[in-house]
């Protein structure tokens, strides 16, 4: 268990970045259930400052200051959390499209500050915030409850909604920053898409107070685009094209095409200009970008 534990990044890097090595208390908790696992990891702790990592999140060597500066500068937070960032150089130009993909505007809105050093120091929910990099006080601590355990992932989601509705403030620090690797191909990656929709699911199932429209919007999406294709299917290889009705049915579905088309358009530009912001092959990326 030992070498297992050190061996890991997060550990690696966590004895590497500029803290006294007696102030820090490393708990590694193996398991099947993350939720559960970090609640047991808290229960062992000692410390006035929870610090939560992923296994393979390797720290910058400033992090830890960073998280105590935001303390200190900022009072009133209960707690911080910074973004997770794709190493300097991955292994494959796919992995350099998925990083592009999530951290772009287009991609990820608003929650693309979880992978994605952006701005200043500021107040924010749990958009921007994601438990691979979130600290918080001890004393604010079970409160609310702890990280549902039926919920993985989108159990932060949870928590941080439970303590938004009892007055809690949370701090964004760009600079407090880890990084891991993305994934390593689109199965992958598929998997972990699906993997966050169905866990949104299940928190709103939980807690209807975290309910929010627009995260059915892909789903509304998604609906769309089937009805658009039967209807188009039905009518223009079913329906005779020679009456007048048929022919203003006609005109009506291709202006039904409109927004699709405005949104692969959208698809194209964002693509087109996140692939050619890097300095890696730029053809490569922008194809890759059309697919994620």
């Given at each position: 268990?030992?070498?297992?534990c050190e061996s890991?990044?997060s550990v690696?890097?966590?004895r590497a970045?500029?803290?006294p090595i007696?102030?820090?208390?490393?708990?590694?908790?193996e398991g099947e259930?993350?939720?559960?696992?970090?609640?047991?990891?808290?229960q062992?702790?000692?410390?006035?400052?929870?610090?939560?990592?992923?296994d393979?999140s390797?720290?910058?060597?400033?992090?830890?200051?960073y998280?105590?500066h935001?303390?200190e500068?900022?009072?009133?937070?209960v707690?911080?959390?910074g973004?997770?960032?794709?190493?300097e150089?991955?292994?494959t130009?796919?992995?350099?499209?998925?990083?592009l993909?999530f951290?772009?505007?287009?991609?990820?809105?608003p929650?693309?500050?979880r992978?994605f050093?952006?701005?200043?120091?500021r107040?924010?929910?749990?958009y921007e915030?994601?438990?691979?990099n979130f600290?918080i006080?001890?004393s604010?601590?079970?409160?609310?409850?702890?990280?549902?355990?039926?919920?993985y992932p989108s159990?932060e989601?949870?928590?941080?909604?439970r303590?938004?509705?009892h007055?809690?403030?949370f701090?964004?620090?760009p600079l407090?920053?880890v990084?891991?690797k993305p994934?390593?191909?689109?199965?992958?990656?598929?998997?972990?898409?699906f993997?966050?929709g169905?866990?949104?699911?299940?928190?709103?199932k939980?807690?209807l107070?975290?309910?929010?429209?627009?995260?059915?919007f892909?789903t509304?999406?998604l609906?769309?685009?089937?009805?658009?294709?039967i209807?188009?299917a039905?009518?223009?290889?079913?329906?005779?094209?020679?009456?007048?009705?048929?022919?203003t049915?006609?005109?009506?579905?291709?202006?039904?095409?409109?927004?699709?088309?405005a949104y692969?358009?959208?698809?194209?530009?964002?693509?087109l200009?996140?692939?050619f912001?890097?300095?890696?092959?730029r053809?490569?990326?922008?194809?890759y970008?059309?697919?994620?």
């Amino acid at each position: 268990m030992k070498k297992i534990c050190e061996s890991m990044p997060s550990v690696e890097s966590i004895r590497a970045v500029n803290y006294p090595i007696h102030l820090k208390e490393i708990i590694v908790v193996e398991g099947e259930n993350p939720s559960l696992q970090r609640n047991v990891g808290v229960q062992r702790s000692s410390g006035e400052i929870l610090y939560f990592l992923d296994d393979n999140s390797r720290l910058e060597k400033r992090t830890i200051e960073y998280l105590l500066h935001g303390f200190e500068d900022f009072p009133d937070v209960v707690g911080i959390g910074g973004p997770s960032i794709e190493f300097e150089k991955n292994e494959t130009h796919l992995q350099d499209g998925i990083g592009l993909a999530f951290s772009s505007t287009f991609g990820r809105a608003p929650s693309r500050s979880r992978l994605f050093s952006l701005g200043f120091p500021r107040l924010a929910t749990e958009y921007e915030l994601i438990l691979c990099n979130f600290a918080i006080k001890r004393s604010i601590w079970g409160k609310c409850g702890e990280f549902d355990a039926r919920l993985y992932p989108s159990e932060e989601n949870d928590f941080l909604i439970r303590l938004k509705n009892h007055g809690c403030k949370f701090l964004y620090h760009p600079l407090m920053i880890v990084r891991r690797k993305p994934r390593e191909n689109l199965r992958q990656l598929s998997r972990q898409l699906f993997r966050y929709g169905k866990a949104r699911s299940e928190q709103i199932k939980i807690n209807l107070k975290s309910y929010n429209l627009l995260q059915f919007f892909p789903t509304l999406l998604l609906i769309y685009f089937i009805s658009l294709l039967i209807i188009s299917a039905k009518f223009f290889f079913l329906q005779p094209p020679s009456s007048v009705k048929a022919f203003t049915i006609n005109w009506a579905i291709i202006a039904s095409w409109m927004p699709t088309i405005a949104y692969m358009s959208l698809i194209f530009l964002g693509s087109l200009a996140s692939g050619f912001s890097s300095t890696r092959q730029r053809f490569r990326l922008f194809t890759y970008l059309l697919v994620i």
